[in-house]
């Protein structure tokens, strides 16, 4: 063979090494990256992904803005505050700083134990506790501050249930979505940092009302039908 073969053949095979080596590289590469996204994903999801119930809450952190608005519109009160779907916890955290003795339920236990760990941290955790709990299976009736971050297509159901169970001292605040019948008492804030303050004394008798004029309705409707 001759140098020129020789030179030639060796250039070869140093080419196919290094494509070789450079694809062994690039196969170890995305390995690494495929394998930190799959951890990031399952990291994150528990905490991003709606828990299962009845109507979907998905997390959706609350803001600064809104966090600021919740506690303006009960400036004035005290005493026990609940938050249904309470997520990572900001707003239960917020209203224990503000002195409420503050409760949050979520279906996510992720959150949940994210939320007592920085209750816990914040040297909170007397007054901030936090419950795994199913909204509908819960009872409000011992808080007098109920915060609400809902769903349009749970605040009619929850209108009834909150009606028939908190004090009628009681004040509701719900956050980026209204209740579609009870008139507010208060508002603060601007498009998705809006918050509603409503009055329990308020939205009982227009319940109770509600309840009387349907029920004179149907005994109406069934005298009709038996002439």
Known sequence: MSKEELFTQSVGQGIRG???SGSRLGVIVTGLLGGSLVALYAAATPFVAPALRKICLPFVPATTAQVENVLNVLRARSGTLVDIGSGDGRIVLAAARHGFLASGFELNPWLVWYSRYKA?????HRTASFHISDLWKVS???YNNVV????PQMMD????KLASELPISAKVVACRFPFPNWVPEHTAGEGLDRVWMY???SF???THRGVANK???DHSDLAESHT
């Open 18 to 20: 290094e494509s070789e």
């Open 120 to 124: 816990w941290k914040e040297g909170l």
């Open 140 to 142: 409000f009736a011992q």
């Open 148 to 151: 609400i971050f809902g769903v």
């Open 157 to 160: 159901q929850l209108e009834l």
């Open 199 to 201: 009055n329990a004394e």
């Open 204 to 206: 009982q008798s227009l």
């Open 215 to 217: 029920t004179v309705s």
